[in-house]
């Protein structure tokens, strides 16, 4: 059964239909620029261009970059201010003419990862840490999703984390690995004090960088990069839209287990 996934970015609009029982693309991805400002009509008809170019899927599962409760999105750190207590789940289904389910973009790929990748089977409390634009999280307990988590918005040093750790502040200060590291490694630490999770996966771009960076932090969490790379964000879309929406042959993940539906209800809407 295909589904589409769709994952807005900061820098781009992405999608492709997803194979939700293997969690692989069907086709390629079709990319468009995220529009600028980043509002809700712009983002919408962004997202519709994505969706054009595919046929025949049984439902959308969409990634936003803030907090989503109930389809509509709480937050906008890093979008335009239209986003805050926008109903996206309703614009993006009256746009597209069908069902969607919204989620944050964390979320999203910490859902594929936890399914397909790096966190598969993974019991206990296990985290998924993005470095890109800021620093999103996804905490899982036993595979159930605790959803809207905002770690990278702790305070460290007096500042929000995402601001000294991000793929965005090494690039904006021209720093290298060995001195970015550090302060990831500061950021993890504190992570660790107050959650005390048994496993990090850690993504967004950076990731695809891992062998440059990760043997440089020293943690006692075991630390590993995630494998969908990319693709996560569409994937974790494509799974909660189908895990929404009741289809048949819906992945069965620890988070549907009876009473989990209740933990996670915040992520989406059906």
């Keep these: 059964m295909a589904i589409l996934g769709i994952d807005i970015g900061g820098s781009g609009v992405k999608g492709a239909p997803v194979d939700t029982v293997r969690g692989e693309l069907l086709a390629d991805r079709f990319r468009v620029p995220t529009p600028q400002p980043a509002d809700v009509t712009s983002v919408a008809d962004a997202v519709a261009e994505v969706a ?47 069902p969607v389910s919204v ?39 036993d595979g159930t999703l605790l959803p809207n988590t905002e770690f990278g918005h702790l305070e460290l040093d007096g500042h929000d ?14 720093l290298s690995f060995q001195d970015w590291a550090p302060r990831v ?23 695809k960088k891992a062998d440059k960076w990760l043997p440089l ?8 990069p995630a494998t969908l790379l990319n693709n996560a964000g569409i994937i974790g879309a494509a799974v ?8 048949p042959g819906a992945v069965r993940t620890e988070a549907d287990r009876p009473g989990a539906e209740n933990v996670a209800a915040g992520a989406h809407e059906g």
């Design 52 to 98: 054009g170019q595919f046929s025949g899927y049984d439902g959308v599962g969409v990634t936003f970059p803030g907090v989503v409760v109930d389809g509509v999105t709480r937050s906008a750190a890093n979008v335009d201010k239209s986003w805050l207590d926008a109903p996206a789940a309703r614009v993006f289904s009256e746009r597209l003419g069908r």
């Design 103 to 141: 989620l944050n973009d964390a979320d999203a790929a910490g859902v594929a990862e936890v399914a397909f990748g790096a966190g598969h089977d993974e019991r206990g409390l296990v985290m998924m840490l993005t470095f890109g634009t800021g620093i999103g999280s996804a905490l899982f307990l």
């Design 161 to 174: 984390a995402e601001r000294r750790a991000s793929d965005r502040a090494r690039e904006q200060e021209d």
């Design 185 to 207: 490694q500061r950021y993890l630490r504190h992570v660790e004090m107050l959650l005390s999770p048994r496993l990090f996966i850690v993504g967004g771009g950076v990731s």
């Design 217 to 224: 932090i020293d943690i006692r969490t075991p630390i590993v």
């Design 240 to 247: 909660t839209a189908e895990q929404a929406g009741g289809h």
